[in-house]
């Protein structure tokens, strides 16, 4: 059965349709509407049926101060972070500039070295090549002597070879015992 849409409730006349309910279920209990009593209980408004407006949603309140305490803890963690990022960003820092005149300090020890090592090098070249010319010198020397030496030992070979020949011609003349001079043969 089909209700015209301009006519509230059932046709004149008739029951209005039954609804079926499980067992051991009833239809919800019937409120009859009050006549000229205190209209019903509805928390959302007040007595004359006004919105409530002294009601507060405490829920959207308690949820809003609990996301804002959050929020905070989430700043302060955040700022906690970013001061220890400053510290470890300081200690970098620090740390490069340390390795970095470790490292300056190295190069420039390397450099001395270097010149020292030259210069210790250049100071014993210098008296390698001192001593190698005290040795040309001295063999030099040992030359000119040797020479001088067997030069000097022929005169005195051929000064000692013109004595002993003398001593041989004059051998040949002999003494006798008696002073007389032997006669010499041939």
């Known amino acids: ?24 279920s009833g239809p919800p209990p019937y409120v009859p509407p ?30 809003a101060a609990l ?12 700022f906690d972070l970013n001061s220890d990022l400053n510290d470890q960003q300081d200690a970098t820092k620090a740390a490069q500039q340390s390795a970095t005149k470790a490292a300056d300090d190295a190069k ?3 450099e001395e070295a270097s010149k020292n090592a030259s210069d210790r090098a250049g100071a014993l070249s210098d008296q390698i090549d001192a001593l190698t010319q005290s040795v ?7 030359g000119s002597a040797t020479e001088d030496a ?18 041989l011609s004059g051998a040949a003349v002999t003494t006798t015992p008696g002073g007389e001079t032997p006669a010499t043969t041939p």
Not at 136 to 142: I, S, V, W
């Open 1 to 24: 059965m089909t209700m015209p849409p301009d006519q509230p409730g059932p046709p004149h006349g008739q029951d209005p349709p039954t609804q079926q309910f499980p067992a051991g």
């Open 34 to 63: 009050s006549s000229g009593g205190a209209p019903p209980y509805d928390p959302e408004h007040d007595e004359h049926g006004e919105p409530d407006e002294k009601k507060r949603p405490w829920a959207w309140i308690g949820a």
């Open 67 to 78: 996301l804002g305490i959050v929020a905070l803890g989430f700043a302060l963690w955040a």
């Open 108 to 110: 420039r020890a390397a």
């Open 136 to 142: 040309k010198d001295a063999t030099d020397a040992l």
């Open 150 to 167: 067997r030069d000097a030992a022929q005169t005195k070979i051929e000064e000692l070879r013109q004595q002993l020949e003398e001593l």
